[in-house]
Nanobody, 121 residues
Framework: QVQLVESGGGLVQPGGSLRLSCAASRIIFGINAMNWYRQAPGKERELVAAITSGGSTNYADSVQGRFTISRDNAKNTVYLQMNSLKLEDTAVYYC???????????????WGQGTQVTVSS
């Protein structure tokens, strides 16, 4: 079983920046994409950013131009650089890995425990 551990959350003022990290406990074989989701109180979980195994990235319209997803394969870590933070970015941010296991091809979806990001003045 793969464990994903997020870190880097905290309290920041509007306009500030944070960098979230998601470290996997080991190499994840057969991965298709690493994703960052967030869930604000009373709202559904939403996809914020994704990076595929080929390096392509996608962002939610609400964070386009402000957030950047990246990865360091040597460290089994994915990052989410968040700039120009807004009050509405306040949420618990979750890391997610999706793919298929080699040979058998069973789909998997691993989740981290989440890290709180609070944007407040």
């Amino acid at each position: 079983q793969v464990q994903l551990v997020e870190s880097g959350g905290g309290l920041v003022q509007p306009g500030g920046s944070l960098r979230l990290s998601c470290a996997a406990s080991r190499i994840i074989f057969g991965i298709n994409a690493m994703n960052w989701y967030r869930q604000a109180p009373g709202k559904e979980r939403e996809l914020v950013a994704a990076i595929t195994s080929g390096g392509s990235t996608n962002y939610a319209d609400s964070v386009q131009g402000r957030f950047t997803i990246s990865r360091d394969n040597a460290k089994n870590t994915v990052y989410l650089q968040m700039n120009s933070l807004k009050l509405e970015d306040t949420a618990v941010y979750y890391c997610n890995a999706v793919g298929r296991t080699p040979i058998i091809g069973r789909e998997y979806s691993y989740w981290g425990q989440g890290t709180q990001v609070t944007v407040s003045s």
